[in-house]
């Protein structure tokens, strides 16, 4: 059963940092690229980052890229999002997802076959 469990959301002030933690299990995960889309109140799903776990490449959006960072720790099966200077407009539901076999440039959330259950990041000014 393909679990992917989000965790490290919260209440922070603009300017400030957080980390979101991915941990996944049930894949194979060598052949999957995982990102970090959001959601924020009223608006659409949209991607943030990914990572494809087989050679580390990365892709950013470009309203979070030089500010947000994505990691993977292949003995914790964890992807992270690193988010500093985090502004208002970066309040959403941060979701993990999985696709396999998926280039890190995919960014529509239909091609994840896998999604976490959401974590919270509220960002006041």
């Known amino acids: 059963q393909v679990q992917l469990v989000e965790s490290g959301g919260g209440l922070v002030q603009a300017g400030g940092s957080l980390r979101l933690s991915c941990a996944a299990s049930g894949l194979t995960l060598r052949i999957y690229t995982m990102g970090w889309f959001r959601q924020a109140p009223g608006k659409e799903r949209e991607f943030v980052a990914a990572i494809r776990w087989s050679d580390d490449s990365t892709h950013y959006s470009e309203s979070v890229k030089g500010r947000f960072t994505i990691s993977r720790d292949n003995a914790k099966n964890t992807v992270y999002l690193q988010m500093n200077n985090l502004k208002p407009e970066d309040t959403a539901v941060y979701y993990c997802?999985?696709?396999?076999?998926?280039?890190?440039?995919?960014?529509?959330?239909?091609?994840?076959?896998?999604w976490g259950q959401g974590t919270q990041v509220t960002v006041s000014s």
């Open positions: 997802a999985a696709n396999q076999f998926g280039e890190t440039t995919v960014v529509t959330d239909r091609r994840y076959e896998y």
